[in-house]
């Protein structure tokens, strides 16, 4: 059993709105973006000039025009989900990081986060894309207790808008970035409880989505929208299956935040309420990584003992995966 203690975020504070993007000139307006992904604002770590002068056709150019590195932005979130655990990072006994869009292979991104909140403790890297949290909740829920410290902080440091082309309206009306943050311990009770946790991976379709250094992310869209829906219908249901005198209506569910049209299409053929639905991808874009668990942290006070809570992300890789969280 994992417990989760306190969940934190950061965004920051640049607003592309879809306004700003029809500016561009690329061939898209609001009405055409809101009509295909139901996104009306995204955040990031570039500024709107370097963004309008450039359309970042260079994007390592976007690592020296960035405001934030993927370090001070996940210092920022971990801070804040350590003090809503209501603990001290003197508390935290391992860094774990992942995302779409690490800023380094070596060393980890852990360490260089860990190493901003002046942490001296094991950092290691458990990284699935979008997938992350899943990938590694899921990998510590397999872990002994009296392997782990008492209380581990999971990071998703997600500024992508560095690997975004500007110029292609199909990728740049999607993504935002955010860092989301969140502690959990196996021996430690607290109200979250994750009772059951999933994760899996079909490496052919490794393909599909891309974010290569240095260059433009890149995705079969179509292929890619077809495998969230399928897949996330699939966690939901499985992880339902651990909570038969629940029906599915009931269910509070937290997706992959890709869009909003592929959300709601989710909910439709899973049987979620629309009023169990709960996102932010309208006003903060596909945030990757960080997307699904920045909602969970911005609704934690929202959540009510014997709440059921489905958590369901999918990613690159091609990987999928998520939990089952219990409020007591």
Not at 172 to 185: E, F, I, P, Q, Y
Not at 214 to 238: L, N
Not at 246 to 251: K, V
Request: aromatic letters at 6%.
């Amino acid at each position: 059993m994992i417990y989760i203690h306190g969940a934190g975020h950061f965004h920051p504070e640049n607003v592309i709105d879809n306004d700003f993007l029809e500016s561009l000139d690329i061939g898209t307006t609001n009405e055409w973006i809101m009509e295909r992904v139901g996104i009306r604002e995204r955040r990031t770590i570039l500024s709107l000039d370097y963004i309008k002068t450039t359309l970042n056709k260079n994007p390592a150019a976007a690592v020296e025009a960035a405001i934030y590195t993927n370090a001070e932005t996940g210092a920022l979130a971990g801070t804040s989900a350590i003090k809503n655990a209501g603990l001290t990072k003197q508390d935290i006994g391992m860094v774990i990081s992942g995302s779409c869009t690490p800023q380094h292979s070596c060393p980890a991104e852990s360490a260089t986060i860990a190493a901003a909140m002046e942490m001296e403790v094991p950092a290691i890297d458990v990284n699935s894309a979008c997938s992350s949290l899943s990938a590694q909740l899921h990998l510590l829920n397999m872990m002994r207790e009296d392997a782990l410290p008492e209380y581990v902080l999971l990071l998703s440091p997600d500024n992508s808008t560095r690997h975004i082309n500007y110029a292609d309206r199909n990728s740049c009306v999607l993504w935002g970035d955010a860092t989301s943050a969140m502690v959990v311990s196996t021996r430690n009770k607290s109200a979250l409880q994750i009772s059951q946790s999933c994760f899996t991976s079909s490496p052919a379709g490794c393909d599909k989505v891309v974010f290569s250094e240095h260059g433009h992310f890149d995705q079969e869209g179509r292929t890619v929208q077809t495998f969230a829906i399928k897949r996330s219908v699939a966690i939901i249901r499985e992880l339902a299956a651990y909570i038969p005198d629940t029906p599915i209506q009931d269910i509070k569910f937290i997706g992959h935040q890709a869009n909003l049209s592929m959300l709601d299409f989710v909910c439709k053929r899973a049987g979620i309420e629309q009023d169990n639905h709960f996102f932010n991808v309208d006003i903060f874009g596909n945030c990757g990584a960080a997307g699904a668990p920045t909602v969970l942290s911005q609704q934690w006070n929202n959540f009510m003992r014997g709440d059921v809570i489905v958590l369901a992300v999918v990613g690159s890789g091609l990987s999928w995966g998520g939990v089952l969280i219990n409020v007591s």
